[in-house]
């Protein structure tokens, strides 16, 4: 859209000369004049030819509107336009009344209001039109009837402030709303705005700076930028930064999100790093870890959740003293020791939260142990609940000059420990280390069973494997999950035989507890029965039973002829041996049937699996 601002001008009589130079000169070979009607040879072209002494003009027909129009090319700033007449144009009367638009598209010029109208009648004058700084492409003069203009110079201004380039486009961001030159878009300001850089002041800020000379570096949340000026990011900080800006590190012992993690127990007591919490330089002693927030002493570590009592206490020689990480030895000065009153049996409880292993408990007295004797014969005993009553695992017979003891414990299932002794006890601090589980358990108090390969151990927390491979028969990181689906053995590799009812094996042996399918034999049945052998077997009972018969009927015939020389025997001996031969008989069909039946089902097992194969994958 166009728009155009009407402004005033300025009348000069006679000649006009300025230092400036006109536009034209530049660009002449560039631009395009038109106009409404040609007079003969007073083409447009005469009316920017540069001749200013001689009636070189330019001329329309008469016409109700005579215009003529110039096309600079592109648009430009323009300051001043000064369009001359021709010698005793009072005589001639076709300049006077003239009106000047300016556009940036040639349908503009058509509907824009004119910057300028002129109504006076000078002979030999020129027109200045001061027009400040409007950008335009299109300059046009028209007026009614004939129109002569002789020269018409057009002259370019500074574009409007933040701008520069060719048809001002470009932006230059000076430091107090300042200018640039027009050309390169220097600021007249040694400066630029908050937000950008370069000798035009046109940079933006890279990614994640801002401010002045775009020096300053925002952090924001997940990769996103800050405001160039102020440097604000649209959510929360990255993870290490902190600040209005985002442009700070987190304070000292502090990382991560919102730097709301503590770091753990660095080196020298140099903080961690601010993103990652690690410690460069490594742990302090006691402690391990990336973040060496792990300590060896199960009492040091924040996720572990304990509380500690004592008999009595001993003026402000409280329990917690023997746990603050300060080993003492001297109470008098540190502070850091625990002590009872003196009484007949005197203790001291740590009841942890659950169940650990336990493989070792260190525990430290006063110094000069051997001129107080306050811990000297002392016991130690772990409990998994307060009501039981345990032996003690460890009885001190004699300190032996010491002011500490280191009892080795073989990794014990407690969550109470317990350390007692007659008379004063007083203990400067008590650590406790954490053990294995057994093989085969790891998790929470070892609950949690693990299969790993070859009999390895599992790592304590997620039971992950030592070796690379589970026992046979189970799968998982932890090697926690029977074999399903029909497989079995080492990597659950192994597909399963013929088990009666379909029903799965053994997830370790492949074994088929419930026996086989018709036709399957073996421990995993994956063998397949002998129907000849079957057959072979039947046989040879059909031929035994068939000699039974005939020597039973060859008996029979001896003993009928006998009854016969002796005399005829009573009916009842005649009917037991018709009843034996039907019996004989009975039996040998019975066998035959059963035979011809078992060798249709192994062909028809035959014909609908040839091509089985029961070996193990």
Known sequence: ????????????????????????????????????????????????????????????????????????????????????????????????????????????????????????????????????????RYVKITRPGILVVCEIEVFEGECETGHFGKECLRRCHCADGRTCNKISGKCQSPICENGFTGEACEKECAFQYFGHACEQKCHCSNFKDCTKDHGLCPGNCASGYEGSHCEKVCRF????????NRCGKCQDNVTCHHV???????????????????????????????????????????????????????????????????EAQSWYMIELEHQYVLKAVEIFGRLREQSYHQLQGFELILQNSSAEEMDPVYINPDMNGADSVNV????????????????????????????????????????????????????????????????????????NTACTGGYYGDDCASKCGHCKMNAECHHETGECQNGCLNGFTGSKCKEKKDSSSATLTVVLAIIGIGILIVVAFVVIKCRSRKYEITGNKNRENNDEQEDFLKNGRRELLTVLTDTE?????????????????????
């Not at 072209?45 to 003529?68: E, F, P, V």
């Not at 650590?431 to 929470?444: D, I, L, M, N």
């Not at 949690?448 to 799968?475: P, Y």
């Open 276 to 342: 990652t919490g690690t410690c460069e330089n490594g742990c302090k002693t006691g402690y391990f870890g990336q973040r060496c927030i792990d300590a060896w002493n199960l009492l040091e570590r924040e996720s572990v959740r304990f509380n500690v009592s004592t008999s009595s206490v001993y003026a402000n020689w409280e329990p917690e003293l023997a746990l603050d990480g300060n080993t003492g030895p001297d109470p008098e000065h540190c502070h850091c020791c625990t002590s009872t009153q003196n």
């Open 1 to 136: 859209m166009n728009i155009i601002i009407c402004l005033s001008a300025a009348l000069v009589f006679g000649i006009v000369y300025s230092d400036e130079s006109n536009l034209l000169d530049s660009i002449r070979d560039d631009v395009v004049v038109s106009m409404s009607s040609v007079y003969g040879y007073w083409l447009g072209k005469r009316a920017i030819d540069g001749i200013h002494d001689k009636d070189t003009c330019a001329r329309t027909q008469n016409a109700m509107i005579s215009w003529l129009q110039i096309d600079l090319g592109h648009m430009y700033s323009l300051s001043k336009i000064i369009v001359r007449e021709r010698n005793r144009d009072s005589d001639f009367q076709h300049l006077s009344g003239f009106n000047l638009s300016l556009a940036n598209t040639s349908m503009a010029l058509t509907t824009e209001t004119p910057v300028y109208h002129n109504n006076l009648q000078q002979n030999g004058t020129a027109v200045a039109i001061i027009l400040q700084n409007i950008l335009a």
């Open 408 to 479: 080795t414990l073989g990794n014990v299932l407690a969550n109470i420990i317990v350390i007692r002794r007659p008379g004063k006890l007083t203990l400067c601090e008590v650590k406790v280390y954490e053990g294995a589980c057994p093989t085969g358990r790891y998790g929470s108090e070892c609950r949690q069973s693990c299969h790993c390969a070859d009999g390895k151990m599992c790592m304590k927390d997620n039971g992950t494997c030592v070796s690379e491979h589970c026992s046979a028969g189970w799968k998982g990181t932890a090697c």
């Open 253 to 260: 012992g502090r990382y991560g999100d919102n730097c709301a």
């Open 597 to 617: 039946e078992n060798k249709q089902d192994g062909d028809s097992r035959d014909i609908a699996k040839p091509s089985d194969s029961y070996s193990d994958v």
